[in-house]
Nanobody, 124 residues
Framework: VQLQASGGGLVQAGGSLRLSCAAS????????IGWFRQAPGKEREFVVAMSRNGGSTTYANSVKGRFSISRDNAKNTVYLQMNSLKPEDTAVYYC??????????????????WGQGTQVTVSS
């Protein structure tokens, strides 16, 4: 599967952005979809994952209550709604697809397919 992330940009603290991850094929019931981010000089970190059927989600503590993942199966697209953005959310955001078991959802090394990344910059 090929993934293309989009929707990043520059936003003030407290603002919102919605990222999109468009897939080249159906992801429903096939792939765990995850979002990760990487800030300059830091390692890639887990943000959120959604299970194959969309019934389960897991959020990093740093984004819980502010970010929300959703899926439009008709468009083969997964969204990341980001609200109440903070300067520390500044990073390149990547979507990824995982064919491994759900227990590996927060580990980047288990994701086989990655989008190109989209820059999110939050100004204070």
């Amino acid at each position: 599967v090929q993934l293309q992330a989009s929707g990043g940009g520059l936003v003030q603290a407290g603002g919102s952005l919605r990222l999109s991850c468009a897939a080249s094929e159906r992801t429903y019931n096939r792939y765990v979809i995850g979002w990760f981010r990487q800030a300059p000089g830091k390692e890639r970190e887990f943000v959120v994952a959604m299970s194959r059927n969309g019934g389960s989600t897991t959020y990093a503590n740093s984004v819980k209550g502010r970010f929300s993942i959703s899926r439009d199966n008709a468009k083969n697209t997964v969204y990341l709604q980001m609200n109440s953005l903070k300067p520390e959310d500044t990073a390149v955001y990547y979507c990824a697809a995982n064919t491994a078991v759900w227990s590996t959802r927060d580990e980047a090394r288990h994701y086989s397919y990655w989008g190109q990344g989209t820059q999110v910059t939050v100004s204070s």
